[in-house]
């Protein structure tokens, strides 16, 4: 696992953060909701505080049902 200190996170870590699959965060990069840069070796890496942001609108989304 990466450092707490990193600022990207893999697409797993991401998956953790928000409580979801990683199919489920490679569909949210193609929609948009989330933005990857990539290795010269393709692996995505998320900005830490966009996924946390995003964990954070699914929380107060599901709390407002």
């Not at 991401?14 to 949210?28: E, G, M």
């Amino acid at each position: 696992m990466l450092s707490m200190h990193t600022t990207h996170l893999l697409t797993a870590e991401a998956a953790r953060i928000l409580n979801v699959t990683p199919d489920t965060v490679r569909h949210l990069e193609r929609r948009g909701r989330l933005i990857a840069e990539r290795t010269d070796s393709g692996v995505r890496l998320f900005d830490r505080e966009a996924v946390i942001r995003l964990a954070a609108e699914r929380a107060e989304r599901k709390a407002a049902r």
